[in-house]
């Protein structure tokens, strides 16, 4: 030990280790970056869904989406594109391009968005496509019921 005193006018020099503090900023950046989720927009059309009574299915964009408007017309969102045409499609437009995407992903999933005042025979009639195609996970998007 030494009990001398300092010498006059040398200063001690005092030094903060930042070493442990960036490691830690790292992970925390790291952890951050992997934990989060980056979603495309989903709603690329304004449609009113349908309501359920039961629990809210959360619909992912990692699936190709065929939208129903309640005019009848036909929309495709494919998650492989950067964003849907604001055209509708005719049936065979639509059927020739998911005919051309089961070819080319065979393991595609497929959710359908139908319009709340969407023709019924409309969504079966595409809904019928999609299985005449071979896609076996096709889902169907709608909204909780809010009055309960």
């Known amino acids: 030990m030494n009990f001398r005193k300092a010498k006059k006018g040398s200063k001690a020099l005092v030094t903060l280790d930042m070493t442990a ?3 830690v900023v790292f992970l925390l950046l790291i952890f951050l970056l992997v ?3 980056f979603r495309r927009d989903e709603h690329a ?6 309501n359920s009574s039961s629990e809210q299915v959360t619909v992912t ?3 190709t989406t ?12 494919d998650t492989a594109g950067a964003k849907p ?3 509708s499609l005719s049936f065979q437009d639509l059927q020739a391009k998911l005919k051309e995407l089961r070819d080319s992903r065979p ?3 497929l959710v359908i968005r139908g319009a709340k005042t969407a ?11 999609v299985r005449d195609l071979g896609f076996g996970d096709v889902s169907f998007a709608y909204e909780k019921d809010s009055s309960e």
């Open 66 to 77: 065929v939208f129903i408007a309640q005019d009848g017309g036909l929309h495709l969102l």
């Open 35 to 37: 934990t989060t989720t």
């Open 61 to 63: 964009t990692d699936k």
């Open 85 to 87: 045409s604001s055209e």
């Open 45 to 50: 059309f304004v449609i009113d869904l349908v």
């Open 119 to 129: 023709e019924y025979q409309r969504i079966v009639d595409v809904l019928t496509l």
């Open 21 to 23: 503090l960036i490691d």
């Open 107 to 109: 393991e595609e999933s």
